[in-house]
């Protein structure tokens, strides 16, 4: 017991003697940093090992980093001294990293504008190249290198010109929208139970739609008929057609393709079970179905064909598409009414087939 108290007297005497040459600062960090691992002890108790949170990293790192080397090893410590040397570096790595943001080395970003421009011009022009595309930029006023245009597309993982040239079926009805027709058959039961067939063409420039007729018995005769009319139709119109999609339908014969091909128009199939190929067509029949055959009871053919001509005139001349901003195939939209006018609103409806279709109308 006397040696053991005798121990502890001379070790703290030393412990003294070395706190002496210490600052009043120094002191104070190391009283801060034991009291810390101290209470780091207590959170913990029972841990089989300590773990330092980053608040805690942070804080040791502040306390004892200005302390010389040899100060840190005479300090308790739970972790080595290049431990906590360690941390500060991190801790300052960091602070380096969000305050001084290297500058961005080489020219500088091009504009996002021109970004946008290479890529529409290479979207909707699939033969053009690089240089190509860079030629039409420095007709625009646009300076950029040709090198620059390359770069872009590579970015924005742009085929080479050859890679893109493969015409699809979308850009092929783009294309060809002011020279395009469509047609198709359509199928209605009347209330005597006897089926009809209605063949309707439309235009993919204008919507405009042309009822060719209905039959009970679409002979080949009778589709054939319907093939001159619409030539004579469209040649009174001034219409310039070159092409007409159809399906594959037995109930067209080889004479109706015959008659089209005499007056210029090339008959192009859609795939078998493919009706996004005639999709324009396929959506009017849709809407005829929906606005008209499907809220409507059909006695026989002749009231058929009135409903089908009322329709027809709807279509053409009121019902807006939004494919066309709004307008119909041979209406353009009006002017904006004037403040006042809007102020006075007076509408009238007009009924079409009994009040099936709704018109609206500014009063006369």
């Not at 009347?190 to 919507?207: D, K, N």
């Not at 007009?350 to 099936?356: E, Y």
């Amino acid at each position: 017991m006397l040696l053991r108290l005798a121990y502890l007297a001379v070790t703290n005497a030393f412990a003294a003697l070395r706190l002496l040459p210490m600052s009043d600062r120094d002191k104070d960090s190391e009283i801060l940093v034991l009291r810390h691992q101290i209470t780091l002890l207590e959170r913990q108790l029972g841990a089989e090992k300590v773990r330092f949170t980053r608040a805690d990293r942070a804080f040791l790192a502040a306390l004892l980093a200005p302390l010389p080397r040899e100060a840190l090893r005479r300090v308790r410590l739970l972790v080595r001294p290049d431990t906590i040397l360690r941390w500060h570096r991190d801790l300052m790595k960091d602070r380096h990293a969000k305050t001084c943001r290297p500058k961005r080395p080489g020219r500088p970003r091009t504009v996002r504008s021109v970004r946008a421009l290479v890529l529409r011009l290479a979207r909707e022009n699939s033969t053009w190249g690089y240089r190509r595309i860079h030629g039409e930029l420095a007709i625009l006023g646009v300076k950029v290198a040709a090198s620059t245009v390359w770069e872009i597309l590579k970015a924005e993982g742009v085929a080479p010109a050859p890679g893109r040239t493969t015409t699809t079926w979308a850009t092929f009805l783009r294309s060809q929208a002011d020279a395009l027709l469509a047609c198709d058959f359509i199928e209605t039961v009347t209330l005597t139970g006897q089926r009809q067939y209605i063949l309707a063409v439309i235009e993919h420039a204008t919507r405009r739609v042309r009822v060719l007729g209905t039959t009970a018995h679409p002979t080949a005769a009778w589709v054939a008929q319907a093939a001159r009319n619409l030539v004579m139709d469209l040649e009174d119109a001034g219409l310039r057609a070159t092409y007409l999609i159809r399906d594959r339908d037995m109930k067209f014969p080889a004479l109706f393709d015959e008659i089209l091909a005499d007056a210029g128009i090339q008959v192009v199939l859609s795939g078998v079970r493919i009706p996004r190929m005639n999709s324009i067509m396929e959506r009017w029949v849709q809407t005829c179905r929906h606005e008209l055959l499907d809220r409507t009871l059909i006695w026989n053919e002749r009231h058929l064909l009135r409903a089908l001509r009322e329709f027809e005139q709807h279509h053409n001349a009121h019902r807006p598409h939004q494919a066309m901003n709004q307008t119909a195939p041979l209406r353009a939209v009006p002017e904006p009414l004037e403040p006042g006018r809007i102020a006075r609103l007076d509408i009238r409806r007009h009924d079409r087939l009994g009040g099936v279709i709704h018109e609206y109308r500014h009063a006369a």
